[in-house]
């Protein structure tokens, strides 16, 4: 691996980011590229390892550069390296029409890397949407897989039904919920529990003070701030807007805005219902959950040793902490997957199902217990027989056991341990 696939996240550590790679192949093919995520999560990191002779490097963080891009958007875009990469560009949204102006006369490729802590199609004053000329690539907070440095081969695995029989025994579910409760946020996970919840609370006072302004018209924070608590029991919940804003004092335009502002600023994540079927009674309810399961525990004030033994907090963190890894492995899949989730009317669901490029399908379901059972293949199997029909599609169900097994046809059992921690990540 190459020393450009590396971020630093201390003196004494560095990780990989699978997303390094899509950003330098972009770079080669597309005039402009975005990174986006939320703040703290290693954009920063990774833009400046991009950064020689050839690429200059700008943050709008600096109050100064800030002053300078706002009084002058058009000058400051202009370069004459190969790239120059703006640093948090939803500080001063007006330099994306300038820089539209600039690759509408020069189409060569890879002359922007922009990063950016909020959607900048939600900025207000952006009415540029760079389309056809740029590339957007998310970055989330660190997956397991890069902290062990692992590459992300569990999606290409798992659609052709190859896993690991070699499972770490210490893996426990005590583990797993340990692990949930770190988070990924590359500054969080050296933390101990106590200054863990105390960033996280911080993190969230940042944002509230500051990054919203940016994005919009926020008229009552303690409103905010209920609502992203609210945000935080809901996760792993269909969408319902008359639920989440039965116990505030707020309107539901103002409650669905708000919520949109949380999404922007990549706290709060919606994902959408699978509909690519003629079967009438399929759902089209969103799921919602929180991006970090850290700090999901820290906005709730949970404690590991309580939710341990509340099998209904247990299985919310569980299921949030595994899709903040499933969907750090469709990200660096760069489009070749989509995530949904199913559900009908009958009440039959599958808590992610993965579509591939070529239409195959994965349907997973996250189980937090240590025991495997036919009958919780039975929502999987019944969409396998009457929905997928022609379609290839694998069912798997990730418990917290040792051992990966077959539980029908396409149909496995499958540790955790596969998804986290592969056992040997070159051999694939």
């Known amino acids: 691996m190459k020393n450009a696939d590396w971020v630093t996240c201390s003196v004494k550590t560095i ?8 950003v330098e192949r972009a770079l080669k093919t597309r005039r402009v590229v975005l990174l986006s995520g939320p703040r703290q999560c290693g954009k920063t990191t990774l833009a400046k390892l991009l950064v020689s002779n050839e690429r200059a490097y700008r943050t709008l963080d600096d109050p100064a550069l800030k002053q300078l891009a706002e009084n002058d958007p058009s000058g400051f875009v202009r370069h004459t390296g190969k790239c120059l990469i703006i640093d948090e560009i939803q500080h001063v949204p007006n330099l994306i029409p300038a820089i539209k102006m600039i690759v509408d006369e020069d189409t060569r490729p890879g002359q922007y890397l922009l990063t950016g802590s909020a959607q900048i199609t939600s900025l207000p004053g952006v009415r540029e949407s760079l389309a056809g000329r740029i590339r957007k690539i998310r970055l989330r907070p660190l997956s397991q897989g890069e902290l062990k440095k692992h590459e992300p081969t569990f999606l290409e695995r798992a659609f052709k039904g190859v896993f690991s029989e070699n499972v770490s025994q210490e893996l426990t579910r005590k583990r797993i919920i340990e692990t949930a409760f770190c988070g990924g946020f590359p500054e969080a996970i050296r933390l101990d529990a106590h200054e863990r919840r105390e ?14 302004k940016e994005i919009a018209r926020i008229q009552r924070r303690d409103a905010m701030r209920e609502l992203i608590a609210v945000a935080a029991a809901w996760t792993g919940k269909f969408m319902d807007i008359s639920a989440i804003g039965s116990g505030l004092s707020i309107r539901r335009p103002t409650i669905e805005s708000y919520l949109n502002a ?14 690519r079927t003629d079967y009438e009674r399929v759902g ?22 309580q939710v341990e033994l509340d099998p209904d907090r247990s299985g919310k963190l569980i299921e949030t902490f595994m899709f903040n890894e499933i969907a750090a492995q469709v990200d660096a899949g760069g489009g070749e997957y989509q995530l949904f989730h199913y559900r009908d009317r009958e009440k039959r669901e599958i808590d992610f199902l993965i579509e591939r490029e070529d239409r195959a399908l994965l349907g997973i379901e996250i189980k937090a217990g240590s025991n495997i059972r036919k009958q919780d293949f039975r929502h999987i199997r019944w969409f396998q027989d009457h929905i997928a029909k022609d379609r290839p599609f694998t069912g798997v169900v990730l418990y917290a056991g040792e051992q990966a097994g077959v539980m029908g046809d396409n149909l496995w059992a499958v540790p955790y341990s596969n998804l986290l921690f592969p056992s040997d990540p070159n051999s694939f």
């Open 15 to 22: 990780y990989p980011r699978w997303q390094m790679r899509q």
């Open 262 to 275: 949380l999404e922007a600023l990549f706290i709060v994540e919606r994902v959408k219902p699978w509909t």
């Open 284 to 305: 089209k309810q969103d799921k919602l959950f929180m991006t970090d399961s850290g700090l999901m525990t820290s906005i709730l004030g949970w404690r590991d040793d």
């Open 199 to 212: 960033w996280h609370k911080d993190y969230i006072d940042a944002l509230l003070e500051r990054d919203l």
